[in-house]
């Protein structure tokens, strides 16, 4: 293709790159819409179906698990688990999606619930709802996946740790002096000195249920291993009458329908007072459910809508804090449990949503016989599942800067606080990327030291001008030139005007300027002309370009020139362009 050509066809393929950008209502258009448009038809129902069981009868037990921990009642991880479940399949971005309580959520909601009540944890959910609105209107998604691996996988772990602990009390049956602590080393303290109040049968139930889980997934992957461990482990408690805390002995039960909907109670002071926990459910969230999204991506190999997820993540929670429910998330193990059963779209998430009410509305006396110990040991395994062993120490070996991300944000998450685990992992992570780009940027001269072999141009003449130049320096920067590389390539720019009249600078292998670099260029450019040393710029692109001349990089400074070639044809007087 000659040059004539490539012109012709570079604005075609610009034209059509404008014209191919997707407008509003593509972007926030449900999946489910999507699927709908392919055609859905009775075999892809029945795949839904089977999947939709498979995921609720997984959830079942996990949701009530993860509200027992976060310290309020069974039923609110089923609420959230129904209504916010349906919306976030019903409304997102991604088509195997399945959203309900995560285990995430434990320690916040927690802290949230113990400081400002389950009223206050509702308000906080619908504040969340809100901002996750914003985030996703606003097309926020895409910079959200920005947050560096170490400190997805330290915060993970670290999440892990902490939600164990916070099980050690159930596992064993102890019975603490006082209300148990909150941070890690006093509760561990407190579980220390109420050793001595173990109880035999709540620990054999609990060990009943971690093995029969971990045996069914060695065994019989495909049965659902949770739900039948749990059953079993109530099955025991009953038959043999064991002294062991259950669910209708601590909450009196679960009801059997969903609460009508309404609103928190709303108050300034209140929502100043939730605020903070609003914005860390809002950016845990965002991060655990388009973490969940990827992942479905990996498995299958489709592509999912940040922002119209994230959306689809708003509504859900401002609809479960109306029906009583909490913080509501993309679950990255029931995403993939639906993705392995076979689901073909978001039908299967809303079919997940409706077998669990169906069971609730069904099935509601029998948790009241589910043992505290059982859904102890679910979590339990869970936090086994989270704590990704294998990335863990494949990031300590890595490098020091990896390691030193993902041990900040791990041990600050468990001796601190969620939110400062993820702002210094991400601080400590983008200093280190930062760090790396100023390392991968080169400033060298133009003349290499063995020159390449090229075939002669019969239709060419000889140029004067190419031969060695004892008045002219050329010197090529390559890699993005920003802040973080400022100091270095100045320093190089500072000396090469020595003893020169003419001095060139490429800048076609720079894809990126910043206002620092361009503000070193001037720098430059000023110092040259003090010295009388002619300065062009070469090879710019033109955004590179316009940052140059906007920071006053500009006649008579500099001159531009589209290569070196150009560059030369100017100082020998055949050219100037500007």
């Given at each position: 293709?000659?040059?004539?050509?490539?012109?012709?066809?570079?604005?075609?393929?610009?034209?059509?790159?404008?014209?191919?950008?997707?407008?509003f209502?593509?972007?926030?258009?449900?999946?489910?819409?999507?699927?709908?448009?392919e055609?859905?038809?009775?075999?892809?129902?029945?795949?839904?179906?089977?999947?939709?069981?498979?995921?609720?009868?997984?959830?079942?037990?996990l949701?009530m698990?993860?509200?027992?921990?976060?310290?309020?009642?069974?039923e609110?991880?089923?609420?959230?688990?129904?209504v916010?479940?349906?919306?976030?399949?019903?409304?997102?971005?991604?088509?195997?999606?399945?959203?309900?309580?995560?285990?995430?959520?434990?320690?916040?909601?927690?802290?949230?619930?113990?400081?400002?009540g389950?009223?206050?944890?509702?308000?906080?959910?619908?504040?969340?709802?809100?901002?996750?609105?914003?985030?996703?209107?606003?097309?926020?998604?895409?910079?959200?996946?920005?947050?560096?691996?170490?400190?997805?996988?330290?915060?993970?772990?670290?999440i892990?740790?902490?939600?164990?602990?916070?099980?050690?009390v159930?596992?064993?049956?102890?019975?603490?002096?006082?209300?148990?602590?909150?941070?890690?080393?006093p509760?561990?303290?407190?579980?220390g000195?109420?050793?001595?109040?173990?109880?035999?049968?709540?620990?054999?139930?609990?060990?009943?249920?971690i093995?029969?889980?971990?045996?069914?997934?060695?065994w019989?992957?495909?049965?659902?291993?949770?739900?039948?461990?749990?059953?079993?482990?109530?099955?025991?408690?009953?038959?043999?009458?064991l002294?062991?805390?259950?669910?209708?002995?601590?909450?009196?039960?679960?009801?059997r329908?969903?609460?009508?909907?309404?609103?928190?109670?709303?108050?300034?002071?209140?929502?100043?007072?939730?605020?903070?926990?609003?914005?860390?459910?809002?950016?845990?969230?965002?991060?655990?459910s388009?973490?969940?999204?990827?992942?479905?991506?990996?498995?299958?190999?489709?592509?999912?809508?940040?922002?119209?997820?994230?959306?689809?993540?708003?509504?859900?929670?401002?609809?479960?804090?109306?029906?009583?429910?909490?913080?509501?998330?993309?679950t990255?193990?029931?995403?993939?449990?639906?993705?392995?059963?076979?689901?073909h779209?978001?039908?299967?998430?809303?079919?997940?949503?409706l077998?669990?009410?169906?069971?609730?509305?069904?099935?509601?006396?029998?948790?009241?016989?589910?043992?505290?110990?059982?859904?102890?040991?679910?979590l339990?395994?869970?936090?086994?599942?989270?704590?990704?062993?294998?990335?863990?120490a494949?990031?300590?070996?890595?490098?020091?800067g990896?390691?030193?991300?993902?041990?900040?944000?791990?041990?600050?998450?468990?001796?601190?606080?969620?939110?400062?685990?993820?702002?210094?992992?991400?601080?400590?992570?983008?200093?280190?990327?930062?760090?790396r780009?100023?390392?991968?940027?080169?400033?060298?001269?133009?003349?290499?030291?063995?020159?390449e072999?090229v075939?002669d141009?019969?239709?060419?003449?000889?140029?004067?001008?190419?031969?060695?130049?004892?008045?002219?320096?050329?010197y090529?920067?390559?890699?993005?030139?920003?802040?973080?590389?400022?100091?270095?390539?100045?320093?190089?720019?500072?000396?090469?005007?020595?003893?020169?009249?003419?001095?060139?600078?490429?800048?076609?292998?720079?894809?990126?300027?910043?206002?620092?670099?361009?503000?070193?260029?001037?720098?430059?450019?000023?110092?040259?002309?003090r010295?009388?040393?002619?300065?062009?710029?070469?090879g710019?692109?033109?955004?590179?370009?316009?940052?140059?001349?906007?920071?006053?990089?500009?006649?008579?400074?500099?001159?531009?020139?589209a290569?070196?070639?150009d560059?030369?044809?100017?100082?020998?007087?055949?050219?100037?362009?500007?």
């Open positions: 293709m000659d040059q004539t050509q490539r012109a012709v066809h570079q604005p075609a393929q610009k034209s059509a790159q404008k014209s191919a950008k997707p407008t209502s593509e972007l926030f258009t449900p999946k489910l819409v999507t699927v709908w448009r055609g859905y038809h009775l075999p892809q129902f029945k795949a839904d179906f089977m999947s939709g069981l498979t995921v609720a009868i997984v959830a079942l037990p949701s698990a993860i509200a027992i921990a976060s310290g309020v009642t069974p609110r991880g089923l609420f959230t688990a129904i916010g479940g349906f919306i976030v399949s019903a409304l997102g971005g991604s088509r195997f999606q399945i959203g309900g309580p995560a285990g995430a959520f434990i320690v916040l909601v927690a802290a949230t619930v113990q400081r400002q389950v009223d206050g944890l509702l308000l906080a959910t619908l504040m969340s709802g809100v901002f996750l609105l914003a985030i996703g209107y606003l097309r926020l998604g895409t910079y959200i996946k920005f947050i560096p691996y170490p400190v997805t996988v330290g915060f993970t772990a670290g892990a740790i902490i939600i164990f602990s916070g099980q050690i159930e596992l064993f049956g102890l019975k603490l002096a006082g209300p148990e602590p909150g941070p890690l080393l509760k561990l303290m407190a579980i000195a109420a050793a001595g109040t173990i109880n035999i049968s709540a620990t054999l139930v609990a060990v009943l249920t093995v029969t889980i971990v045996a069914l997934k060695r019989r992957p495909g049965w659902p291993g949770m739900l039948i461990a749990v059953g079993l482990a109530s099955l025991v408690v009953a038959l043999l009458t002294p062991a805390e259950t669910i209708g002995t601590r909450y009196g039960g679960i009801p329908s969903l609460p009508f909907p309404a609103l928190p109670a709303l108050s300034l002071d209140k929502a100043i007072a939730v605020l903070p926990d609003a914005v860390a459910f809002a950016l845990l969230g965002a991060i655990e388009l973490l969940s999204a990827v992942v479905a991506d990996g498995m299958t190999g489709r592509r999912h809508r940040s922002n119209c997820e994230l959306v689809a993540q708003g509504f859900a929670n401002i609809a479960s804090a109306l029906f009583g429910g909490m913080c509501a998330t993309g990255i193990a029931r995403t993939a449990t639906n993705v392995r059963a076979g689901a779209g978001p039908v299967s998430g809303m079919l997940h949503s077998f669990l009410l169906v069971f609730m509305l069904v099935a509601a006396p029998l948790a009241s016989y589910i043992p505290l110990a059982a859904l102890a040991g679910v339990a395994v869970v936090c086994w599942n989270m704590f990704e062993k294998q990335a863990f494949t990031l300590l070996r890595a490098s020091r990896d390691a030193l991300v993902l041990m900040a944000t791990f041990l600050i998450v468990v001796f601190r606080d969620l939110t400062e685990g993820i702002v210094v992992g991400f601080a400590l992570g983008s200093v280190l990327f930062i760090d780009m100023a390392k991968s940027i080169a400033v060298e001269a133009d003349l290499p030291l063995v020159q072999d075939a141009s019969s239709g060419r003449a000889y140029d004067a001008s190419e031969a060695s130049d004892v008045d002219t320096v050329v090529r920067i390559s890699g993005a030139f920003f802040f973080g590389a400022a100091s270095t390539v100045g320093t190089v720019l500072d000396r090469i005007a020595d003893q020169r009249k003419n001095f060139i600078l490429d800048c076609s292998a720079v894809p990126f300027f910043d206002s620092t670099a361009a503000n070193v260029i001037e720098g430059a450019a000023h110092k040259a002309k010295a009388g040393v002619r300065f062009i710029i070469s710019a692109a033109p955004p590179i370009r316009r940052m140059l001349i906007n920071h006053g990089v500009k006649r008579p400074l500099v001159t531009y020139a290569s070196i070639r560059a030369r044809a100017q100082l020998n007087g055949k050219r100037e362009t500007e």
